[in-house]
């Protein structure tokens, strides 16, 4: 079973600018997990990275978990489906959402793209992801949840799958609740799919907010009323990449991030309110 925190930087792959303030912080320890977007060019020129952070980090961290950020909405696919638009692209969370409940999804070329973004990973990692979870949380909509856990269970048996949802109690003791409980209502019964399949997951989930307020004054509350397995997203970045409408949002929490390793973050959250 992975640590109790988890703390995940997403996106690593989107931009090398990305990639390279991520890695940055998954060797100063500030960070112990990463989430690859395996479907861009970046992905195999930035793969490298992680590999040095993982050599130069201090054992004292804890272990690096890397793992798969399916890329199933809103981008271009690796293969060729039928739902992309005159650009090449997926749909966006909401428009697959609705095709979801629907029952509209080819759900055997969801199923063929998944298997190509994990054999993706495999051939540059060299090993099945840590862990695998999805941009923007599309992994627990209906249909999809299934063959993401058929997949995971052939090709990454050990590897841990991300659930956004939680209790309404936890969720009420961190920020942006509202968030948080539309995550939750996507989520519904992930958990107990999850369980009944034997795959391995996280019992809370935090970092919900709106990439405006103030990043070093949400973090810490992020990591309130955790489980056994709590995990954090963040999503630190550099640069300006085209559409990338939270670019100014990842610097912020870049810089944040990089004032303390994880352990010592912890160390000072407990201090003030036990975890």
Known sequence: MP??????ADDFALSRGISE??????????????????????????????????RVRDPRHGPLHVGLHLTLSSERPITRMSCTDTDGRLPGA????????????????????????????????????????????????????????????EHAPHAWVRNPGDRLGAMS?????????????????FRRLLSRRGVAS?????????????????????????SDMHVVMCHPGAGHLDGDTIA????????VLAAAALPERLARIERVVPL
């Not at 640590?3 to 995940?8: A, D, K, Q, T, V």
């Not at 909509?141 to 995971?152: I, K, Q, S, T």
């Open 21 to 54: 303030t991520i890695a940055s912080l998954a060797a100063s320890g500030s960070i112990n997990a990463v989430s690859c977007m395996v479907p861009f060019a970046n992905w195999e020129k930035d793969a490298p990275l992680l590999v040095e952070a993982a």
């Open 202 to 226: 996280n019992r809370s989930f935090g970092g919900h907010y709106d990439f405006t307020t103030d990043y070093a004054a949400l973090l810490p509350r992020f990591f309130a009323a955790p």
């Open 94 to 153: 909401d428009a697959l959402m609705v095709m979801a409940h629907r029952r509209k999804l080819d759900l055997t070329e969801f199923r063929a793209e998944i298997d190509a973004q994990i054999a993706a990973f495999v051939a540059v990692r060299g090993a099945a992801p840590d862990f695998v979870d999805a941009h923007q949380h599309v992994h627990v909509y209906p249909g999809l949840r299934e063959v993401v856990v058929d997949a995971v269970l």
């Open 3 to 8: 640590e109790r925190f988890i703390l995940c």
């Open 248 to 255: 100014d949002a990842r610097i912020r929490e870049a810089s």
């Open 173 to 189: 003791r961190r920020p942006f609740i509202d968030k948080a409980i539309g995550s939750s209502l996507h989520a519904a019964g």
